[in-house]
């Protein structure tokens, strides 16, 4: 019964994506910036791609790498405490637009090889974190926190991942990975993070 | 380090409890008052004070200290009421460099109210405070100077460590019996900081001036959006003790608290009803994030909105007949109201891009809503909307991102979060956006709740 809502909540956020970004947002960072509607066809895009080589926009933050050398490490993983894991994590922050929970192109690739790290290692369970800038207010953010968690988590499961393995939560405004108050700061405190639960 | 953290936010929820917050009013002693004997009046006499065309003047001479250990708590009480009085800015309060014209008698059967009247005066409130068996005793009187007679007169009595406490006890009476206002003088303010680490946030009150400010919870948690019960004997506020953000209640002055609404999704931005009934939420249980009301305990739940889209930021209207709150339906965050079936939606912000935290001024007189409003791609800024007028009026403008802006009981005030300063800190100002103050400035403080102003058993 739950899983039933869970798909019909699976689908109904999917439309909703879809209107947001029929909506028309001005607001995310320039850089993220292609084009109003045309990038509405990309964004239904059903069948991911397989996990391919980084392949980095501008608007993806980070630009080390770590999550092949992982996966060719299991060491890494169980030699490691999950604290260590986590300081050090192989996987990466999912991007997101201001005020938006809709996926970018560029999230693609990183929950793709966040699917293909978990396949790797099976028992891993993860607590996906949905996290927001600090210019929308305390409340709004808390849902839109959740909103993006969610559309980590629901992406991540249609990729196959079962839902057990993965829990999702909000902290809103309240943990920005960057204190700044740049376009920069902004950009990378807007995000879904990973953290491993189990292993 | 971070994952440490967080690690100690869920063990820290196992770990956590209430801080045993005492009952100041009660441990630390009554206040006990007694009317003094007063002349007879006619009527409301604080009408008559007023004279056309200027504000009614109000003097304040420092208290008259009766014995000399009476000196420090004297000085308190005047600088105190003064504060309390400039803040209500209900009255123009002649500055005190004047007062030495009139004299300074310590009978008042010799005050000479023509001089009184000759700086300008319009209301003269004279006290004496003196220690007696360790208590500090304090006579205040109001005068109406151009009818030259006591209107009001009170002998406060209470622990010589009350002297704050005695000194918003007197400013609430004057504004009462000189100009029929309510004061907030004796209110309380719940928020949020993260000042004893930033990867947790305790829930704080302080005294409406800023003083006094202490932890209410201390779970090393995250702890927001506090919510107080009308009565101002409890709160509710979200915390993740769990790891699960759930909705709790804690009553502050008995030291304890219990779970309201835990389980499936998260639960935030909870609100008390003014009938002390209710408590509506926002809930992420049925997918995404819906308005729930329930029960004060967290009964008999039921949901109020039904829509694809991010509804949260629940704000009762005075009457408890409508709840305010915030809907990106339209693509972008605006403020609604609906009725508490959810029926008879309307939309209520049109302008700004992004309008959130919506608080429904609690006045008798006016009938306004405030909320944080983002004009253009700025930061946000504090605004009112007049359901009379149908106008939107900005209190706030382009310092820093001012935001959670909610009512004093009298509805005559403010208080609101501005990082202006650099970090976000709680500020207070009078409903026009004018004697804006700074009243944190330890860590990062949010979401203000102004609390009620306390029964008169208290």
């Known amino acids: ?14 439309l909703m994506s879809l209107s947001l970004a029929c909506g028309g947002k001005d607001e995310r960072a320039p850089a993220t910036t292609s084009g ?20 980095e926009g501008p608007d993806t933050m980070g630009s080390e790498d770590d999550s092949l050398r992982s996966v060719s490490d299991p060491d890494n993983i169980f030699g490691r405490t999950l604290d260590e894991i986590n300081a050090d994590s192989p996987l990466r922050d999912v991007p997101f637009d201001f005020d938006s929970a809709v996926l970018l192109d560029s999230a693609r690739p990183i929950l793709d090889q966040t699917a293909e790290w978990l396949r790797t290692y099976s028992t891993v369970t993860l607590l996906v974190e949905g996290h927001c800038d600090e210019r929308g207010t305390v409340e709004y953010n808390l849902a839109l926190g959740e909103r993006r968690a969610t559309a980590a988590f629901n992406y991540l499961v249609s990729l196959g991942i079962p839902a057990s393995r993965l829990k999702t939560i909000s902290y809103g405004k309240e943990f920005p990975l960057d204190p700044g108050h740049t376009e920069q700061a902004w950009a990378r405190n807007r995000r879904a993070h990973f953290e491993v639960t189990s292993k | ?23 100041r009013i009660h441990s630390a002693g009554r206040i006990q008052e007694e009317n003094l004997q007063q002349q007879p009046t006619q009527g409301d006499w604080y009408v008559n004070v007023a004279r056309p065309g200027r504000p009614v003047t109000m003097a304040i001479p420092d208290f008259e200290i009766g014995t000399a250990d009476a000196a420090e708590a004297g000085k308190t009480l005047s600088e105190v009421v003064w504060n309390d009085m ?47 068996r360790d208590r500090l005793v304090t006579e205040v009187r109001i005068y109406a100077v151009l009818a030259q007679e006591m209107v009001f007169g009170k002998r406060y009595d209470g622990p010589l460590t009350a002297a704050r406490r005695m000194a918003h006890r007197i400013a609430d009476d ?65 915390s993740y003790r769990t790891g699960q953000p759930s909705l709790y209640r804690a009553f502050i002055y008995e030291g304890r608290g219990d779970t309201i609404v835990s389980g499936a999704g998260m639960t935030f931005s909870p609100s008390w009803s ?35 889209s991010i509804d949260t930021s629940p704000a009762w209207s005075p009457t408890g007949r409508e709840i305010a709150f915030t809907s990106d ?42 909320y944080a ?19 939107t009026r900005q209190l706030t403008t382009g310092r820093g991102s001012n935001e959670s802006s909610d009512w004093s009981p009298n509805g005559l005030h403010l208080v609101f979060t501005s990082t202006r300063s650099g970090t976000s800190q709680i500020f207070s100002m009078n409903r026009d956006g004018s004697n804006q103050r700074q009243l944190t400035r330890e860590g990062n403080n949010t979401t203000p709740q102004w609390g009620p102003v306390p029964g008169q058993d208290s």
Do not use: C
């Not at chain 2, 953290?5 to 045993?20: D, E, F, K, P, T």
């Not at chain 2, 729930?292 to 967290?298: I, L, P, S, T």
């Open chain 2, 274 to 308: 003014p009938d002390g009934k209710l408590i509506a939420f926002s809930s992420t249980r049925d997918g995404n994030s819906e308005i729930y009301v329930a029960n004060a305990d967290g009964t008999d739940m039921r949901r109020l909105t039904h829509h694809a």
């Open chain 2, 86 to 132: 400039e803040f209500a800015s209900i009255y123009r309060l002649l500055p005190k460099r004047l007062y030495s014209i009139a004299g300074n008698p310590a009978d008042a059967k010799k005050i000479d109210f023509y001089q009184w009247e000759s700086i300008g005066a319009d209301i003269l409130i004279r006290a004496v405070s003196e220690v007696q």
């Open chain 1, 36 to 55: 109003g509607p045309a990038n509405l066809p990309r964004a239904t895009t059903t069948a991911p791609p397989r996990p391919t080589p980084v392949d």
């Open chain 2, 174 to 238: 004057i504004l009462l019996q000189a100009g029929n206002y309510r004061g907030i003088n004796q209110t309380k303010l719940a928020f949020a900081s993260d000042r004893r680490g930033e990867q947790s946030k305790e829930i704080y009150l302080m005294d409406y001036d800023g003083f006094d400010q202490k932890p209410l919870t201390a779970n090393k948690s995250l702890n927001l959006t506090p919510t107080w019960s009308p009565d101002g004997r409890a709160l509710a506020y979200i």
């Open chain 1, 1 to 14: 019964m739950r899983w039933t809502s869970r798909i019909l909540w699976l689908s109904l956020s999917s």
């Open chain 2, 329 to 370: 339906r339209t693509g972008a965050p605006q403020i609604y109201a609906m009725d508490t079936e959810g029926l008879n939606l309307r939309r209520i912000s049109f302008e700004g891009s992004y309008n959130d935290s919506p608080s429904w001024s609690p006045s008798r007189e006016y009938s306004e809503l405030t």
């Open chain 2, 1 to 23: 380090m971070r994952h440490l953290m967080r690690a100690l936010i869920v063990m820290g929820g196992v770990l956590g409890a209430l801080v045993l917050l005492q009952n």
């Open chain 2, 373 to 391: 409003s983002r004009i253009e791609r700025g930061p946000f800024d504090i605004v009112v909307y007049d359901f009379q007028t149908k106008q």
